[in-house]
């Protein structure tokens, strides 16, 4: 299946966590670029070319972080199957997937969290992600 893995990272556990994950499915892998001061994002290729897409992000103040929202607000409509996987200090995936569903239209087929905690110290799991 043609996988693409999108992701932002602003501290880099996000973007550990997509890395490991493009190197194990061995598929594209996309960052999502955000410039704070004019709130825009680019990124280099285009969700709808792909079978499955798999958003990688932090969780802020329980929610999607304002670039992966402004990404969905702008490819959402090319997105056709999509994982959720969230890094965070403890909580919010609830809210990730809400957001998610409201900007997409439909659920996520999978939405797993990782604490930050867990990448930093290399003990956490990626087959829930993979499946
Ligand atoms: C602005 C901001 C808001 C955050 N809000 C939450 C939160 O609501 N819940 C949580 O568990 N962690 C929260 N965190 C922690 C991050 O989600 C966590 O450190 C994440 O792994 C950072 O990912 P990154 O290194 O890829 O940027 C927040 C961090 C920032 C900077």
Same mark, same amino acid.
């Given at each position: 299946?043609?996988?693409?893995?999108?992701?932002?990272?602003?501290?880099?556990?996000?973007?550990? $966590?997509? &890395?490991?994950?493009?190197?194990? #499915?061995?598929?594209?892998?996309?960052? /999502?670029?955000?410039?704070?001061? @004019?709130?825009?994002?680019?990124?280099?290729?285009?969700?709808?070319?792909?079978?499955?897409?798999?958003?990688?992000?932090?969780?802020?103040?329980?929610? $999607?972080? &304002?670039?992966?929202?402004?990404? #969905?607000?702008?490819?959402?409509?090319? /997105?056709?199957?999509?994982?959720? @996987?969230?890094?965070?200090?403890?909580?919010?995936?609830?809210?990730?997937?809400?957001?998610?569903?409201?900007?997409?239209?439909?659920?996520?087929?999978?939405?797993?969290?990782?604490?930050?905690?867990?990448?930093?110290?290399?003990?956490?799991? /990626?087959?829930?992600?993979?499946?």
């Amino acid at each position: 299946m043609k996988t693409l893995i999108v992701f932002y990272s602003k501290t880099g556990n996000t973007r550990k $966590l997509a &890395e490991r994950a493009q190197k194990a #499915l061995a598929c594209e892998l996309d960052e /999502i670029h955000f410039d704070e001061k @004019a709130h825009e994002i680019s990124t280099e290729l285009d969700p709808a070319g792909f079978e499955r897409v798999i958003l990688m992000c932090p969780v802020w103040a329980f929610n $999607l972080p &304002e670039p992966m929202t402004l990404y #969905l607000k702008r490819f959402g409509p090319g /997105i056709q199957t999509y994982r959720l @996987a969230v890094t965070c200090g403890r909580l919010g995936l609830r809210g990730c997937v809400s957001g998610c569903k409201r900007l997409l239209g439909k659920a996520p087929e999978i939405a797993v969290k990782i604490r930050s905690k867990a990448i930093q110290s290399g003990e956490y799991g /990626i087959d829930g992600i993979l499946g």
